[in-house]
Structure formats: structure tokens, C-alpha cells
């Protein structure tokens, strides 16, 4: 049994090791600091890396030298896009023939935004970004409650036959002078920061949804259409953070900032009501069902060569909305690495051996498939011309 001297004695004791106690775990709590620290710097260091290399690598071209536009060529594409319009819209006719040539890799009815049930569909939650929101859930019906709307505005859902046109930023579309016809289309979906101002004659200035993620959305305020949507495509956490200051119209945290390959937006001018985020479901679709890459893996930086580039998932998300779909502006042709890359700057087709995320060669395959089968038509003819003959139309 302890007596009292004993136990004054213990209590001196122990009360003496508390400050050593309390020293150890000051320091291991310091320790992790500073290793988050260095992990946090080795990553902004990497994404620092990757900016440079890319700038560095971009080969820029001759706006000079770049090839003349034959004047037949231009109004044949024209011509050939009047005559699209001008036919009888065919409903259902797109959803149709995907399913016909896809069979059950593409469900007829996907929904093509995310709704506030989203957790009664476990099939969204099956894998990370992009391809799914596992691990998102709570950040994701928080931004949900920011959201009235989820789908068309009233006045195109009451259509009854709507045609897209998805429009890309390939250099094709420089002269071909489309953008009275492309302004005719029910829906016109326009791919992260493709501008339009100044580029009217060729692109059109009509916007029904501008898609992208963070780092391709315009910052210029300019660019935004009036009534248009914004269709946010999430690939990361940050995202997530990103698109609810939009939608809150508050400022983006210096810190956030940070986590982003390239400077982002600060502000979108649209409404809470305008804002959309597309439904991962479509980018697994395009990339594990259809275009048959392989199955998301856990990697330390970057993804594996299966994401699909916006423009072809902004494709298959056209034959979810609309019964009719054109695209415009696609073609990455690699053969030729000196012709420009973009209707809207001076980078070359070279550029393009510098991506390590797109697999383009698949990509170009599908679309053409697609294009020849007559599921959708190529007003540019970049990946395949359906009027570049003079006895084709």
C-alpha cells in the first residue's frame, strides 16, 4: 500500500515527464507539418515543371503561311450545311443509331446532367474523377443544393425535334465562313475557352452550353452567352471547390488557386439556374464503354491514356440531348504538323505530340465511324468530308 510520502513522491515524478510528454508530441506534430509542407511544394514544383515543358514544347506556326481556303471549298460547306438544316428533323434518330451500333455500351437513357437523386444512382459513385464521384458524395449534394435546375431550359425540352451542333476549336474552321449556319442549330455546345468574339464569320456567336473544366473555362467575360449554360466537367477535389465559388459568385481562396495546372476564372456571369455539371456516367461511357480503354487505376500523378478529350465526350453528350447532331472544327491531323491547330491562335498541329492524357488516333477512329454510318454529320470535313467532291452534293 502506498503511503503518502510514496505518493507525493510519484506525483513529483510523473508531473516532471509531463513536459517531456508534452515536448515529443510538439515535435512529431512538427514533423508532420513540415512533410506536408515539402509534399505540398514538390507538387506545386511538378505542376511548375509541366507548364514550362508545355510552354516550351508548343511549336508555334506562320499565321503567314498558313494554307488559302479555295472559295469553292468554303461554299460547299456551306452549302452543305443549309441543306442539313433544311431537311425534316428526324426525332430520336441519334439515340437511335447509337444504340444500333453500339448495342448495350450506350444507354438510351443516360441522364445527361447530374440531378439531386444522384445517390439513389450507384453507378456514379462506382469510380474517382472523372469517370465517377466516388469519395465525393458530400461535396457534391452540397453543391447540388445550389442548383434549381437540372436539365434543358423549358423552351428547348419542348422542342419537338432538337438539333446540336458541337462545335470544336480545330483550325479547319478558319475561312470556311459557317457561322451564319452554325447559329441556326437548336443547341450550338461550344468546348472550354474556344472564343467567339472576333471569329463570328467562321464559329457563329451563338452559345446554348459552354462546356469545360476549370482551367479551359473563358476569362473573358465576353464570351459568355446571355441565356447560355455552363456545364461544368469535374476531374479533381479542387473542382469541386471551384465551380461552388461560381455558383456562390465568391472568390476563389489564394490557397485553391494553387492547385491548378493554369490560371482559372474568378468569376462566371451566368445565373445559379445556368449552371450544370455534367454527368460523369458520359465520360465513362465515352471512354470504357465505347472507345474500350482500360479500367481507371490508382496512379501518382496524371491519369492513364483513357480520359477522352472534351470534345468527343461533348459529342456523345450531344446524342443524349438532341435527336439530330453536326459537329464542326474537329480534326487533329498529325500527318500534317505545320497546319494550325486552333481557328484561334498560332500553335501548330505539332503541338499535339506533347499530350500524354488523349488518345487521339482512337478518338479520330470513332468519329469517323460515326460520320460515315451517318449518326452525325462533319460540316468541316476535318475527319471526314462528305461535300469536298463537287459531285457530292
Same mark, same amino acid.
Request: aromatic fraction near 10%.
Given at each position: ?39 505540398? +511544394? ?11 515543358k508545355i510552354s516550351f514544347s508548343s511549336e508555334e506556326c506562320d499565321m503567314a503561311r498558313i494554307h488559302y481556303v479555295n472559295p469553292e471549298h468554303a461554299k460547299r460547306a456551306q452549302k452543305y450545311a443549309e441543306q442539313i438544316l433544311q431537311a425534316p428533323c428526324r426525332p430520336s434518330f441519334t439515340k437511335k443509331e447509337m444504340s444500333r ?20 444512382? /450507384? ?58 449556319? +452554325? ?68 472568390? &476563389? ?63 456523345? &453528350? ?54 460515315? /454510318? ?20
Amino acid at each position: 500500500m502506498l503511503s503518502e510520502d510514496n505518493a507525493v513522491h510519484l506525483k513529483k515524478e510523473f508531473s516532471s515527464s509531463l513536459p517531456c510528454s508534452k515536448s515529443v508530441v510538439h515535435e512529431d506534430e512538427k514533423a508532420k507539418w513540415v512533410l506536408k509542407r515539402h509534399v505540398v +511544394l514538390v507538387v506545386i514544383g511538378l505542376c511548375f515543371i509541366y507548364m514550362v515543358k508545355i510552354s516550351f514544347s508548343s511549336e508555334e506556326c506562320d499565321m503567314a503561311r498558313i494554307h488559302y481556303v479555295n472559295p469553292e471549298h468554303a461554299k460547299r460547306a456551306q452549302k452543305y450545311a443549309e441543306q442539313i438544316l433544311q431537311a425534316p428533323c428526324r426525332p430520336s434518330f441519334t439515340k437511335k443509331e447509337m444504340s444500333r451500333l453500339f448495342l448495350d455500351k450506350y444507354n438510351m437513357n443516360a441522364s445527361p446532367f447530374i440531378r439531386k437523386d444522384v445517390n439513389t444512382q /450507384q453507378d456514379v459513385f462506382k469510380y474517382e474523377p472523372p469517370f465517377g464521384f466516388n469519395k465525393f458524395s458530400e461535396k457534391l449534394q452540397e453543391l447540388l443544393e445550389r442548383l434549381p435546375e437540372y436539365d434543358l431550359p423549358e423552351d428547348l425540352q419542348s422542342k419537338p425535334c432538337r438539333r446540336c451542333i458541337v462545335i470544336g476549336s480545330g483550325g479547319v474552321l478558319r475561312g470556311l465562313e459557317l457561322g451564319y449556319a +452554325l447559329n441556326q442549330f437548336d443547341i450550338v455546345i461550344r468546348l472550354n475557352n474556344a472564343p467567339v468574339q472576333g471569329y463570328a464569320d467562321d464559329v457563329g456567336n451563338k452559345t446554348t452550353i459552354r462546356m469545360t473544366y476549370p482551367e479551359g473555362a473563358p476569362l473573358s467575360q465576353h464570351e459568355y452567352y446571355p441565356n447560355g449554360l455552363f456545364v461544368a466537367v469535374l476531374f479533381k477535389s479542387v473542382d469541386f471547390g471551384w465551380i461552388q465559388a461560381m455558383v456562390k459568385n465568391e472568390t &476563389l481562396p489564394l490557397w485553391m488557386r494553387l492547385f491548378f495546372w493554369k490560371q482559372v476564372a474568378e468569376k462566371i456571369p451566368v445565373m445559379p439556374k445556368q449552371f450544370r455539371i455534367l454527368n460523369p456516367i458520359i465520360i465513362k461511357e465515352t471512354a470504357l464503354d465505347i472507345l474500350e480503354y482500360p479500367e481507371p487505376r490508382p496512379k501518382f500523378w496524371g491519369w492513364d491514356k483513357n480520359v477522352p478529350t472534351i470534345g468527343v465526350t461533348a459529342v456523345v &453528350l450531344a446524342t443524349h440531348l438532341c435527336d439530330e447532331v453536326s459537329l464542326a472544327g474537329f480534326g487533329y491531323n498529325l500527318n500534317q504538323p505545320n497546319t494550325p491547330l486552333h481557328y484561334y491562335d498560332n500553335l501548330c498541329m505539332a503541338a499535339m505530340n506533347g499530350q500524354t492524357m488523349h488518345n487521339v488516333t482512337t478518338e479520330t477512329k470513332f468519329l469517323q465511324k460515326l460520320i460515315k /454510318q451517318g449518326v452525325v454529320r462533319d460540316l468541316s470535313g476535318g475527319i471526314h468530308c462528305d461535300f469536298c467532291s463537287k459531285t457530292s452534293l
